[in-house]
């Protein structure tokens, strides 16, 4: 690393920057990209480490058997977690995807860097604005917000420079592409990484326009600028951002599968045009989707319901399925490549001790748990028995945690140690943490669901209510703390690894160092 | 990663041609059962009888508020609860941080019980009973549930919409008499 500085500049042709041809993949590092994607990812697993320790503290909560935080300790810790977890760790990941999607992948530099340090340093700010303002315990209105709950304007002006760092990004992330095409340094269609990431970007704008149609006004309620949000009105657009962006979330970690199987077992899409069609899928079918967030909602038909919840429910699980499938057909023909293989000899050419394998497989299997028990809910049936339960986080921990976190994890496990040239800091500690954050929260997700259909509501500091809680709710709530604490010990190992590897992994090119095989 | 197909190169020439037959045919099947699926799930709510009929209307919460006064003075019993004679519609509040009044309802009766939030939006929750029913409420919205509750008890109903920080005390009651 020769070339850790960054340098600053205003326009992508103005100067040719220092780059190095990756050992692994020959694409080519521009110094800017590199530097740029390392702030972004670290930002991203710090956030992590936060949103990490919010949620153990939940977890501990919530079992009855503990009971660790107080109700406004508790409040205020069930706001840091969503925040950290599911606004700033994701979001801070697909910054960093989008800046290596649209340079190292396209061989091209980063259109602006003056501009990427500028969406870095606002999301940042936004950050530190907005953790300070949750472990004020002034904004316990959780991440959702919903008026007359109000909190400390801090809070609410993080979101916002938070979300105008994030546009910043995405506006760059286009630019690099279009400059990239112009340059000549990449033609044709764009990779099926980039692809990806860029349906990703476009579900990230329209999310974020949507959150500030809701928080500006929520803003100005808090500062009595206004006399009254209507709580059901802002409900809608604060979940056109919250809904759409688990869908840049899904998107993603899609991404992030394809990029796990090509680095560890060299592995590619079985066709692009299917794969494609896929992410377009999402584009076409995520916004309508929001209806599935109000089946019980006082405020839409039976019908919008029907149509906007559950049909186009059922049909965004599609691109998921297809995505799945793809994933695993490619590894399948790669791996049959090798020589031939029986129906199901293929998987003993596969190393499970691999890092990138066992995260992926846990991805996969989470998902899938998650994702089928959220297409249950979409109906509109089965949501009005399942609704604001422990039912819903049960859903969502699959799907987002178990999901996309981890894919993310497994993903950091090699662009980490490509970008900084550094070795893993432990290989067998990689494998270890990603199978043992899976059987964590598979745990905890089976205890959610099973405490949601007993009825035990979610987002709730204590369920005795004075005596009169129905019996049964105190073992699957113990169970759920014990599921966190496993997933919690596995996510700080995470850490724990990637900060090792930064700080001191060994230097090395060697491609199987770098990029360890899962090809047995 | 000179595989045929790369996720990190720009796919090959002519990767835009038809799909082959067996992705096709995949996706085929996949839309024959959200088709399925949706036609299924129209049917259940209106053959399968497993929700609660519900209606709803606008409602500004001090309207709604007396409303609930009124159906309360004419109905409260001397125990402090709301005895709801059958044919009647009945009515409950949420508020920061309660849910009254306490109904008192016949087996077997069908009743219409109106529910509003005067504040903030709360979750109105019934647990217990072997099935649960979760309906959002929010201000300015009245939910119409018609109950027909078929065992005698005392049911709980909690809040499970985040509300404020004594949220986890919000709770009600309906009580089901033979």
Known sequence: MAYAEPIPQSFAGLREEPSRTCAVTGLRVYAGAQALTVANAVAAVLSLAVGGLFGLSLGLTRAPGLELLGPDAYYAALTGHGVSALILWPIFFEVAAMVFASSVLLNAQVFSMRLGWSAFGLMTAGAVLLEGAILSGEASVTFTAYPPLVATPWFYVGYLVFAVGALLAIVNFALSIVAARASRATSGSLPLLTYGVAVAAILALISIVSGLVALVPALAYSQGWIGAVEPIVYRGWFWGLGHTLQYVNVVAMVVAWYGIAALALRAGPVNQKFTRIGFILYLVFTVPVLGHHFLVDPSLSTEVKLVGGTMFGFALGVPSLMHGLAVIGGVEAQLRRLGPATLFGWLRRIDWGNPGVAALTCSLLLFALGGWSGTAQTTLPLNMVSHNTMWIPAHLHGVVVGGTTLAFMGFSYFLVPLLVRRALWSTRLATIQAYLYGAGLFWMIMAMSWAGTLGVPRRTAEIGYGGEAPGGWDLPMNLVGAGAGIAGLAGFLFILNIVLTLLRGERTDDPERLAPSGAA | ?178
């Open chain 2, 1 to 178: 990663m000179a595989s045929v197909e790369s996720p990190v190169t720009p796919p090959p020439p002519g990767w835009a041609r038809r799909l082959p037959r067996d992705e096709r045919l995949f996706l085929w099947a996949v839309a024959a059962s959200v088709l399925f699926m949706s036609v299924f799930v129209v049917a259940w709510l209106a053959f399968g009888g497993q929700n609660v009929p519900t209606t709803t209307d606008r409602v500004a919460p001090a309207a709604f508020q007396q409303q609930v006064q009124s159906f309360i003075a004419e109905y409260r019993g001397d125990d402090g609860r709301v005895h709801v004679p059958p044919g009647e519609d009945a009515y409950m509040i949420a508020a920061r941080y309660a849910f009254y009044p306490e109904l008192v309802l016949k087996a077997g009766e069908p009743y219409q019980i109106w529910i509003s939030s005067v504040d903030a939006l709360h979750g109105f929750s019934i647990v217990g009973g072997g099935q649960n029913i979760n309906l959002e409420i929010a201000p300015e919205h009245a939910y119409g549930a018609t109950f027909t509750p078929d065992r005698p008890g005392v049911y709980l109903v909690v809040c499970n919409e985040y509300c404020g920080l004594g949220h986890h005390t919000m709770k009600g009651r309906i009580v089901v008499e033979r």
